[in-house]
């Protein structure tokens, strides 16, 4: 993130950068997959900058591990 973004973020916006819904977001935040907080009366949801590139990077390493296992896997196979 640029040093003029937002610490925190909301779901959507996290949704935009994930090129994912904003259900989708939630669900790996409710999963624990994705670190947020609760804030506020209406406890809505905010993910922290950190949180959010450290669960990209561990999508990478999740990613070459599987493909490490199994070179086959990240083939991609015509119709």
């Not at 925190?8 to 994705?34: E, I, K, P």
């Not at 670190?35 to 070459?64: F, K, M, S």
Request: hydrophobic share 40%.
């Amino acid at each position: 993130m640029s040093a003029d973004a937002p610490r925190f973020l909301t779901l959507a916006d996290v949704a935009d950068v994930l090129n994912v819904t904003s259900r989708q977001v939630y669900a790996l935040v409710r999963t624990g997959d994705l670190r947020g907080i609760q804030i506020g009366g209406r406890g809505q949801w905010r993910v922290e900058d950190v949180e959010l590139e450290d669960y990209i990077q561990r999508q990478y390493a999740r990613t070459d591990e599987t493909f490490a296992d199994d070179p086959a896997a990240g083939e991609v196979r015509s119709r």
